[in-house]
């Protein structure tokens, strides 16, 4: 599971593309790499929306919205078959 597409932490930008992570690739990595366990895939994916939410809230005076990184991290999910 080496994934090209990875979070820059603290920042979460993506360290191939400069985009906010989860960039459309690494989405794309991460359903392959999850292809026989998508409902470990939504757990994980929380778990890493705390974690960005917190190292972002530390980087910014505002914190970063909870509708938006709920998007981002797990809102797309829906989209992807059999998670």
């Known amino acids: 599971m080496t994934q090209r ?3 820059l932490k603290p920042l979460w930008v993506c360290t ?4 906010n992570w989860l960039c459309e690739n690494a989405k794309v990595e991460l359903v392959a790499d ?3 366990d998508r409902r470990h895939l939504a757990v994980d ?5 705390r974690q960005a939410t917190d190292d972002l809230t530390r980087l910014y005076s505002e914190p970063p919205d909870p509708a938006e990184m709920h998007i981002r991290f797990l809102g797309w999910l829906r989209s992807v078959r059999n998670v």
């Open 34 to 36: 999850y292809e026989h």
């Open 5 to 7: 597409h990875a979070p």
């Open 16 to 19: 191939a593309d400069l985009l």
């Open 45 to 49: 994916l929380a778990a890493l929306m």
